[in-house]
């Protein structure tokens, strides 16, 4: 079946591109003279890959999800905003507290080492939490504008070694984005309502621009849900509370205000009482926990693009991340020497993050060409603290680490785009003093250098048809757990080798114009990959079956991931579509890890896409929403984050959004989805629960200016 499936998004590939190219002559005749109001996906600027440029003309595979899309999804978590982004999606759960990513075949809900596979990063500031059976980020959607998956490693020389599958980058709201020319003032209210878990989302922003070169954004969120049903109305226990809030003030000064100084300030909370200890399942025999979770960051940021001087186009930021999980009352108990221990004791868990991070871009052009180089320096210290007794899990240190990168992006004759870069991170992990006086011997401190370097290019035939390639080798450094979990033997953790990754992409993008019809537009863009990871680091089987010594965390060998990934746009004067597809494999080289071969980290073979209509001078939107998605059963032995098998499905949604032209009700807004439309009992391959099941949501928003 998935053999099958990922022929088919090949030959769906090569379909496209044949009639996308058969239009050519049309599109380099006509291209110059379309001006459309609405883009598609691959037509948005990609900020985070270096020089912006559109999605389309990137030699990655980025998708950019934008305010619009957010607002329309109406996430009631950040793992919804990854359901129709190809390569991309969660593991765990769909709990607030038991969400993870998955990019490229790399993620578990269960290991918290795939955490550092990837990185997620918002305004700028690197986040990251890594517990047991819990997910790795924190956060309401309702905080963020913008949100880009840059898929691959090549991310990894401006934001971090080790981004083995890839960045996620979330931008948070400004100000701006809901003041209109002439604007001083507005007060925007949200009200979202979700009936499978009786959810209600009531959030207010304050923009506020005393003077021209000032503003200043408030924003203040509430959620709270119950437990879902499932298709089969099986009652999955989910129930949350959550708050968030968002302060943010921008000055920007110099000659044609150009110079900006922001700082921001974001929270989240909640006061999880009677929760589930497992948030990554739905298992009693954990038992239940109260859990005060806080995640802050504050951010001081400079930024000075200096139009007038090709020399300097700079940016720096100083941050401060904290993610504290308070755990009181946990009813789990351990009969083990003393009957009653318990099992889980009160805990705070801590991870607190110090970022320095400065770049500049020097633009530099002849006759037919230019260049932008990039290069700067980042210093990250993260301290992972715990306050129980001595314990060989969730050891905690300090990981303090130095980068210096460097990127130039050559453009010749505007058709062929060249990108080399490189990025050195230097960085040494110590231990706190509990994992010293714990079960562990000979413990010290660790030294490693990681080294990113990538090479990639695109080459524009015409307007419309583009092909890409690039290498990337990128390193990942062991991770704290990694290093100094001494259940069985810590000693052995500071042996560890670094995760090597080297990683071959290519693919095409293509763009037609009055395709169907007048001043419309069709985008395509497919991605093939093959990424081999040597001295992959493993939770040992030894470690958790056996007692006595032996590495908690092991190299076991290499293994490989590769896949074909598939994005597309439509857009005409009254209708658009949206579509992809992706289709990967994963194979344990050496079967280190299951007895089939096959790593059971991988996602099933997916199809997703939108149709829709538009009215655009009522400010009408409507569609269908369907994704099919195929069984994976591949993995014939259950490795730990993995599964056996999962079933095919396919889901379907309906949605209606208004935002009405008419002065007379300017501001109002209006959305509506049902969201698994036959109520299809369905379960993803890489979480431990069963799906919702048919799911109203309606969101009105209406804002208050002047």
Known sequence: MKNTLLNSVAGFAVILSTSAFAQDAQVNDSSDENDNSETTRLQRIVKGSGVDKVAVDTPQAVTVVNQEDLENAQPTTVGDIFKQIPGANTSGSERVLGESFNIRGVGSGEDQAD???FII??????????????GGFFSD??????VEVLRGPASSTLYGSGALAGTVLFATKDASDFLEDGETAAVRFKSTYESNIQGLLKSVIVAFKPRENVEFLASGNYRFGGDYETGNDTLIDADFMSKSGLLKGTITFGENNEQSLRATYQKWNTDAVNQQYAQTVNSPDFGRVDRNITDETYILAYENPATDNDWIDFKAQISYSETLNQERNATVFFFGPGPGTQFFPDADFRYATWQAKAQNTVRTEGANWENFFTFGGQY??????????????QPAGVDEKYGIFAQSEFIHNEKLTLIPGIRVDYRTITPDQSVLNGFATNTSSVNDVAISPKIAALYKFNDSLNIFGSFAHTERLPTIDEVYDYRTGAVFGQNLKLEKSNNIEGGFGLTGYDVFSDNDVFQVKTTAFHNRIDDFIHRSLVATTAPGPGPAFVNIGDVRLYGIEVEGAYEADNMFATFGASAIRGEDIG??????GNLGTVTADEL???VGGKIPDQGIRYGWKSRFVASQNDVIANPPGGRFSSNAFSTHDLFFNWVPQDAGLKGLEFRASVENLFDTQYQEFLANDPAKGRTFKISLVKKFSK
């Open 380 to 393: 990250t210290e993260l301290t992972r603290s715990l306050s129980k007794r001595d314990s060989g899990t």
């Open 608 to 610: 997703f896409l939108t």
């Open 141 to 146: 959607p309702e905080l963020y504008k913008r």
């Open 591 to 596: 079967n280190s890890i299951s007895s089939s």
């Open 121 to 134: 990063n918002v305004d700028g500031v690197d986040k990251n939490y890594q517990q047991y059976r819990m």
């Open 115 to 117: 955490e550092g596979r």
